[in-house]
């Protein structure tokens, strides 16, 4: 569910014609909703009231500051991943007790800007990470809370680049090092080790894979006898982008709570994509229409790779809509981006109203892992990224100039 509808033929975003956006502010752009967002924020919230979960934003999905803003302010906390999204979530006002901090290379500096900051606490990757942080504390004289990251081994099925509760993958801890560092705790003396975290992947749309993973940590749990207060789920909920079925916060609550709900934890759920994914949309102008050497259709558009890689990493498939509704023949067209690379396009194959140059096309679900992984490949500046909330539209970060593609950079001779 999305706040993206055609009204009269024209699609709006929220109330406002995404036309009248379109012919205002230059393409590429990225376009959000407010409400989408927090409709999906509460959706989750409420879904598992019954445990009063702190959820913790994902930053990594989406880092835009007004987002963050406004989840904080709901009284979301926010997951990060590394120094830069603590400096952000700082300046959203986010209090540091509702910030934890994942990711399997964090540095020296990193680790001591976070226990200065007090954050909540540290997910925990690795032994040595673990002494790392126990080091850094002690210097510090501070005692931060940590939460060990538990590989489960759990599979679910997603793409393999975000699958991550795998044995063979880079994330989390094996439960046998975990039940050796529960068991020699006290040589951690300056951390507290009161958490257990677990992230099996992304987009994840059965419940499954969640439901296996938390009952093997539970009985992992249970078994050793292990003390902790805080439990975290990750994130990983799936969107809809195409013909999924993706399950709704209600259905994981449903197959989730049963679980978990008498458990004497704290519950954290890190939400990302399920959040901001349906709740952003990338607008682009068609420049060319042409046709290859094979016979194939290319609707060349303004907005490549660069300023959406999922499709090109990932294969990922996102619905592309004319922002004004047409009703000529529909055709089959690969829509790429102006990047010098093959592997720069939007879709493939994609059977789509004749597309005419100089019309706007609106690429659905780009809320989540969009502008944050946008690029300045080719020397590109990324687009503006704007919001619409109660009926206006507010630039939310400008669009860049070239001499943004400069900052930082020396001409020396
Ligand atoms: N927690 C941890 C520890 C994570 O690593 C992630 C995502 C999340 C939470 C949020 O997951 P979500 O709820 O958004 O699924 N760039 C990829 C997705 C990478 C996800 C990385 N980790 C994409 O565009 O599909």
Same mark, same amino acid.
């Given at each position: 569910?999305?706040?993206?509808?055609?009204?009269?033929?024209?699609?709006?975003?929220?109330?406002?014609?995404?036309?009248?956006?379109?012919?205002? $502010?230059?393409?590429?752009?990225?376009?959000?909703?407010?409400?989408?967002?927090?409709?999906?924020?509460?959706?989750?919230?409420?879904?598992?009231?019954?445990? /009063?979960?702190?959820?913790?934003?994902?930053?990594?999905?989406?880092?835009?500051?007004?987002?963050?803003?406004?989840?904080?302010?709901?009284?979301?906390?926010?997951?990060?991943?590394?120094?830069?999204?603590?400096?952000?979530?700082?300046?959203?006002?986010?209090?540091?007790?509702?910030?934890?901090?994942?990711?399997?290379?964090?540095?020296?500096?990193?680790?001591?800007?976070?226990?200065?900051?007090?954050?909540?606490?540290?997910?925990?990757?690795?032994?040595?990470?673990?002494?790392? %942080?126990?080091?850094?504390?002690?210097?510090?004289?501070?005692?931060?809370?940590?939460?060990?990251?538990?590989? #489960?081994?759990?599979?679910?099925?997603?793409?393999?680049?975000?699958?991550?509760?795998?044995?063979?993958?880079?994330?989390?801890?094996?439960?046998? @090092?975990?039940?050796?560092?529960?068991?020699?705790?006290?040589?951690?003396?300056?951390?507290?080790?009161?958490? %257990?975290?677990?992230?099996?992947?992304?987009?994840?749309?059965?419940?499954?894979?969640?439901?296996?993973?938390?009952?093997?940590?539970?009985?992992?749990?249970?078994?050793?006898?292990?003390?902790?207060?805080?439990?975290?789920?990750?994130?990983?909920?799936?969107?809809?982008?195409?013909?999924?079925?993706?399950?709704?916060?209600?259905?994981?609550?449903?197959?989730?709570?049963?679980?978990?709900?008498?458990? #004497?934890?704290?519950?954290?759920?890190?939400?990302?994509?399920?959040?901001?994914?349906?709740?952003?949309?990338?607008?682009?102008?068609?420049?060319?229409?042409?046709?290859?050497?094979?016979?194939?259709?290319?609707?060349?558009?303004?907005?490549?790779?660069?300023?959406?890689?999922?499709?090109?990493?990932?294969?990922? $498939? $996102?619905?592309?809509? #004319?922002? @004004?509704?047409?009703?000529?023949?529909?055709?089959?067209?690969?829509? @790429?981006? #102006?990047?010098?690379?093959?592997?720069?396009?939007?879709?493939?194959?994609?059977?789509?109203?004749?597309?005419?140059?100089?019309?706007?096309?609106?690429?659905?679900?780009?809320?989540?892992?969009?502008?944050?992984?946008?690029?300045?490949?080719?020397?590109?500046?990324?687009?503006?990224?704007?919001?619409?909330?109660?009926?206006?539209?507010?630039?939310?970060?400008?669009?860049?100039?070239?001499? /943004?593609?400069?900052?930082?950079?020396?001409?020396?001779?």
């Amino acid at each position: 569910m999305h706040s993206f509808n055609y009204k009269k033929g024209v699609l709006h975003c929220e109330n406002v014609s995404m036309e009248e956006i379109a012919k205002q $502010h230059p393409t590429p752009f990225y376009l959000y909703s407010s409400k989408t967002i927090m409709d999906h924020f509460c959706k989750i919230k409420n879904a598992f009231k019954e445990i /009063d979960p702190l959820i913790c934003f994902s930053m990594k999905s989406n880092s835009n500051l007004s987002i963050c803003r406004a989840l904080v302010n709901a009284g979301s906390g926010l997951d990060i991943v590394s120094g830069g999204e603590l400096y952000k979530a700082l300046k959203t006002g986010c209090p540091p007790e509702r910030i934890v901090y994942a990711s399997v290379g964090k540095t020296e500096d990193e680790i001591r800007t976070a226990i200065r900051k007090g954050i909540l606490f540290f997910n925990i990757e690795s032994v040595p990470e673990l002494i790392m %942080i126990d080091t850094v504390a002690k210097k510090l004289k501070k005692k931060p809370n940590v939460a060990l990251r538990i590989n #489960p081994d759990v599979k679910a099925r997603t793409h393999d680049y975000i699958t991550t509760g795998t044995k063979e993958k880079k994330f989390g801890i094996d439960t046998r @090092v975990a039940e050796e560092i529960f068991d020699n705790a006290n040589k951690y003396s300056n951390v507290v080790l009161n958490g %257990i975290h677990l992230h099996i992947g992304s987009q994840i749309t059965e419940t499954a894979p969640f439901v296996r993973a938390i009952k093997k940590t539970l009985d992992f749990i249970e078994k050793n006898g292990i003390d902790i207060k805080w439990f975290n789920l990750g994130g990983g909920f799936g969107i809809v982008y195409n013909s999924e079925r993706a399950r709704s916060a209600k259905e994981f609550a449903r197959a989730l709570l049963p679980i978990i709900k008498d458990k #004497p934890y704290k519950f954290i759920f890190e939400p990302g994509r399920f959040i901001v994914g349906n709740g952003g949309v990338l607008v682009t102008k068609v420049l060319y229409v042409k046709t290859g050497s094979g016979g194939k259709q290319f609707a060349i558009v303004d907005a490549g790779m660069n300023d959406l890689l999922r499709p090109s990493l990932y294969e990922a $498939h $996102h619905d592309i809509l #004319p922002i @004004v509704k047409s009703k000529r023949e529909s055709r089959k067209y690969d829509v @790429v981006g #102006p990047i010098c690379e093959s592997g720069d396009y939007l879709a493939l194959d994609r059977k789509m109203p004749e597309i005419i140059p100089g019309e706007y096309l609106s690429v659905m679900s780009a809320g989540a892992y969009g502008y944050v992984m946008a690029s300045n490949y080719n020397s590109r500046p990324r687009g503006a990224e704007l919001l619409v909330k109660n009926g206006d539209v507010k630039t939310v970060r400008r669009r860049e100039t070239y001499q /943004d593609l400069i900052r930082g950079e020396k001409n020396i001779p």
